[in-house]
């Protein structure tokens, strides 16, 4: 019985933490924003580098979306307005 109060506490202590929850919240002006070192120090050495990879991975791709979705809603605007082949059309889309 007593071990199961411990192990009760210790998880809600987890939930409670507020360093770790207040500074890994989502917002608008850096929504990539992931406290590494805090992971670090409270999960471990390989947590935090996974979290940082996917940070650093994240980071990286978002220019590339950003290019696809001008890409597409040129040749969208472009061949709507044009006429064109069906083929090359499909091919496309």
């Known amino acids: 019985m007593h071990y ?5 506490q210790k998880i809600t202590q987890i939930f ?8 890994w919240k989502l917002t608008l ?11 670090n120090e409270y999960f471990g050495t390989k947590i935090g580098l996974f979290f ?3 940070r650093f991975e ?27 082949s069906a083929g090359f059309y499909e091919y496309c889309f």
């Open 16 to 23: 409670k933490e507020p360093s770790l929850l207040e500074q």
């Open 52 to 54: 940082m990879f996917l």
């Open 29 to 39: 002006k850096d929504p990539l924003n992931v406290p590494v070192k805090a992971i």
């Open 4 to 8: 199961q109060f411990e192990k009760q």
């Open 58 to 84: 994240t980071k990286s791709l978002a220019w590339l979306i950003l290019v696809f979705i001008l890409v597409r809603i040129f040749i969208t605007i472009y061949f709507i307005n044009k006429k064109f």
